[in-house]
């Protein structure tokens, strides 16, 4: 039996726009299990946004299946799949809209209150997130009042508090500082680890695939290599030659 949270099977995706078209991600079968952390590493335009987005439940596929603890929302009508991608995913977007008038710790009880699961000890898990990933200052400022990367570990603990399965997460660390980036992802990893979440990260940032147990090359919307040995991930996430592989390409 497939143990996987998470599986797609010859996932695609074509962008038509006037006369373009664009093969963005092109028949990617993957599959995570649960406590299972990927990077998604390649090139800028190989598709990486596009695949999340897919998953995200975001954005509808041309060709290919998703497979979220064995169910496909394919047939959902928007409700349902509203539904679903509340109680099943938790992610984090490039840009990460949080809800400017509500406070940081807000705004992380929101997908609670969603859910209908708020609850005096939800609120505590909540708070203690935040203070983890190191929001003490912050809890009751609202986003305008935080910095690019306070406003991304909002984003984080906001994609973890209502026990999804699947966490996915586009550059969650594009805004902050080599040491918070890799405490951030640090504590993304180790909670993904505890709680037996499938959680995969987009990153530009070699350096945190240390901490996540397989990376996923992409190259023009296919899956070009997979790396999922610990030594061989600790050897790329220190060298430059898989920079080559990852760094935005001149187009
Ligand atoms: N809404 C859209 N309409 C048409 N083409 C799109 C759209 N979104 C993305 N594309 C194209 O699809 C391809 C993949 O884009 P995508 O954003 O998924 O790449 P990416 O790997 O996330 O890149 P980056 O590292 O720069 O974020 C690119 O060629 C892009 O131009
Ligand atoms: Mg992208």
Redesign the pocket.
């Known amino acids: 039996m497939d143990s996987s949270i998470l599986n797609t099977v010859d996932l695609s995706k074509t962008?038509r726009?006037n006369d373009?078209v664009?093969r963005?991600?092109s028949k990617v079968s993957l599959q995570v299990h649960p406590g299972e952390f990927i990077a998604l590493v390649?090139?800028?335009?190989?598709?990486?946004?596009?695949?999340l987005a897919m998953l995200a439940t975001l954005l509808e596929s041309t060709e290919g299946h998703i497979y979220i603890d064995g169910k496909s929302f394919e047939n959902m009508n928007q409700n349902q799949r509203a539904k679903f991608r509340r109680q099943k995913i938790g992610f984090t977007f490039q840009d990460n809209n949080l809800v400017p008038y509500l406070t940081a710790i807000e705004n992380v009880e929101l997908m609670l209150r969603l859910n209908h699961i708020y609850t005096p000890p939800q609120a505590k898990r909540a708070k203690d997130l935040l203070l983890r990933l190191g929001l003490d200052e912050q809890l009751h400022s609202l986003p305008s009042q935080l910095s690019k990367g306070q406003q991304q570990r909002v984003a984080i603990a906001r994609s973890l508090i209502h026990d999804p399965r699947v966490v996915l997460a586009d550059?969650p660390t594009a805004s902050l500082d080599t040491q918070r980036a890799k405490q951030v992802v640090q504590i993304f990893a180790d909670l993904i680890h505890e709680e037996k979440r499938a959680g995969i990260m987009?990153t530009?940032d070699l350096r945190m695939c240390k901490y996540v147990d397989k990376v996923i090359q992409?190259v023009d919307?296919s899956i070009n290599r997979i790396i999922d040995d610990q030594s061989d991930i600790d050897v790329l996430a220190g060298t430059s030659e898989f920079d080559k592989l990852s760094t935005?390409a001149i187009r």
């Open positions: 962008y726009t373009l664009v963005a991600v390649g090139p800028s335009g190989s598709g990486k946004t596009t695949m550059e987009v530009h992409m919307g935005p």
